[in-house]
């Protein structure tokens, strides 16, 4: 079994940057598709960004495109978002998903494995 944990969440000021990472472990998910959605309260979950699987082609909701950029390493296992100029409605729970298709989809139902998830506050 593939389990996946996030980090790097935490409070910031807005037009602040984080880092999120998600380390996977159990298996190696170098042919998975990934992505990072969100949920924010009272919202329902939301794709956020997706790569493939090689990291050849990204993918971003049209409220983070510019501002945040995923990556991954495969050699490590990890998934990476780098967010800048971070706005109070990123303000969410990330959870970072594998899923078995090459490219990333949109919709959580695509998805096998998902991680706990990592709170990021961004304050106005």
């Known amino acids: 079994q593939g389990q996946l944990v996030e980090s790097g969440g935490g409070l910031v000021q807005a037009g602040g940057s984080l880092r999120l990472s998600c380390a996977a472990s159990?298996?190696?998910?170098?042919?998975?598709?990934m992505a990072w959605f969100r949920q924010a309260p009272g919202k329902e979950q939301e794709f956020v960004s997706g790569?493939?699987?090689?990291?050849?082609?990204?993918y971003y909701a049209d409220s983070v495109k510019g501002r945040f950029t995923i990556s991954r390493d495969n050699a490590k296992n990890t998934l990476f978002l780098q967010m800048t100029t971070l706005k109070p409605e990123d303000t969410a729970v990330y959870y970072c998903?594998?899923?078995?298709?090459?490219?990333?989809?949109?919709?959580?139902?695509?998805?096998?494995?998902w991680g706990q998830g990592t709170q990021v506050t961004v304050s106005s």
């Open positions: 159990g298996r190696t998910f170098s042919r998975y598709a």
């Open positions: 998903a594998a899923s078995a298709y090459a490219n990333p989809r949109i919709y959580r139902r695509d998805y096998n494995y």
């Open positions: 790569i493939s699987w090689n990291g050849g082609s990204t």
